[in-house]
């Protein structure tokens, strides 16, 4: 079966159909630069554009970078204010001329999806999927079952939020080199291994890619540490695997 997901981001929009057979892109993914200010109604239309290059019509599943319940966008770090408190599943049901829309959290969306058909496949103990990237979200999974809307890339880690430090955008911005920025994941890694105990991290984003460079870095954590095998795509294969639980459970 087929669903469509898109994945909203700091920098591009994304989506593809999904084979949620096989947890993957049905076809190569379609990409259009986030508008600048990511006002709500601009990015709905944006959203349209990707859905509507595929000529699709059926379930969409679209991640949000921040808290999502009930469909409604609660914060906005990353993105122009104007997303607090959205209703951001009616509207862009209503963009999308009335389509089955789901909207989730982006790092739950990327979690759902490694916990199904990547690297956390058939691990029942505590599972954290941290996604870096503008930010750094995060998934945390016992059972198998996610705690939503989590928010751990905001701890506070040496007086700063941690996404402000080690983020890919902090790496760039500070042109920091893998060892530098690995040394601020690795504190990071034990903060959360502190609090939550977990038996596996999975680094997802775009650096899951480079795990050479970085994994190296990241010693003395009782936990294994592995990239995320969907990479960049986990968000749009959980966005649709997302949309198919809410048409299923409707
Ligand atoms: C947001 C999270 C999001 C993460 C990754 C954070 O700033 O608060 O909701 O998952 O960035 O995009």
Do not use: C
Not at 87 to 108: F, I, K, S
Request: net charge negative; hydrophobic share 40%; charged share 25%.
């Amino acid at each position: 079966m087929n669903v469509f997901g898109v994945d909203i981001g700091g920098s591009g929009i994304k989506g593809a159909p999904v084979d949620l057979d096989r947890g993957d892109l049905a076809d190569e993914r379609y990409k259009v630069l986030t508008p600048h200010p990511a006002t709500p109604d601009v990015v709905a239309d944006r959203v349209k554009e990707v859905i509507d290059h595929f000529g699709w019509s059926g379930p969409v599943g679209v991640t949000y970078p921040g808290v999502v319940t009930d469909g409604t966008t609660r914060t906005a770090a990353n993105v122009d204010p104007a997303w607090k408190d959205v209703d951001a599943q009616g509207l862009l049901r209503e963009r999308l001329g009335g389509l089955p829309v789901t909207v989730l959290n982006d790092a739950d969306a990327a979690g759902v999806a490694e916990m199904t058909f990547g690297a956390g496949r058939g691990r029942t103990g505590t599972v954290m999927v941290l996604t870096f990237g503008t930010g750094i979200g995060s998934a945390v999974f016992t059972g198998g079952r996610l705690l939503t809307n989590t928010e751990l890339g905001h701890l506070e880690l040496g007086g700063h939020e941690a996404e402000k430090r080690a983020s890919t955008r902090a790496k760039e911005d500070e042109g920091l080199n893998w060892e530098q920025w690995g040394r601020r994941v690795r504190k990071y890694l034990a903060h959360l291994e502190m609090l939550f105990s977990p038996e596996l991290f999975v680094i997802g984003g775009g650096v899951s890619r480079k795990a050479e460079k970085f994994l190296p870095h990241l010693t003395g954590i009782r936990a294994e540490i592995v990239p995320a095998h969907l990479q960049n795509n986990a968000g749009i294969v959980g966005a649709a695997m997302a949309a198919r639980a809410a048409v299923e459970g409707a």
